[in-house]
Nanobody
Framework: VQLVESGGGLVQAGGSLRLSCAASDPTFSSYSIGWFRQAPGKEREFVVFIGWRGMTTNYADSVKDRFTISRDNAKNTVYLQMNSLKPEDTAVYYC???????????????WGQGTQVTVSS
């Protein structure tokens, strides 16, 4: 399945962005979707995942209560609403798909190209 992220950009600290992860393949609705991020010089880290039905989510402690993941399987799209952004949230954000949810990026089968999020102080 091909994944395409969008919605990144430059925002001031305290601001909000909404990222989207879209696919044209209808099998998208069968996959768990994870969001990961990678800052310069750092390893890719888990942000959040959502199960295929949208009923199960898991957030990294660093984004809990600030980020919200949701999905619309009719639109083959997963959303990541990011509020109260901090400079340390600056990274390239990637969405990824696999059949069974995981926090380990190595277990994901399909990846998007990434979208840059920059939070200025």
């Amino acid at each position: 399945v091909q994944l395409v992220e969008s919605g990144g950009g430059l925002v001031q600290a305290g601001g909000s962005l909404r990222l989207s992860c879209a696919a044209s393949d209808p099998t998208f609705s069968s996959y768990s979707i994870g969001w990961f991020r990678q800052a310069p010089g750092k390893e890719r880290e888990f942000v959040v995942f959502i199960g295929w039905r949208g009923m199960t989510t898991n957030y990294a402690d660093s984004v809990k209560d600030r980020f919200t993941i949701s999905r619309d399987n009719a639109k083959n799209t997963v959303y990541l609403q990011m509020n109260s952004l901090k400079p340390e949230d600056t990274a390239v954000y990637y969405c990824a798909a696999k059949y069974f949810r995981s926090v380990d990026p190595g277990e994901y089968d399909f990846w998007g190209q990434g979208t840059q999020v920059t939070v200025s102080s």
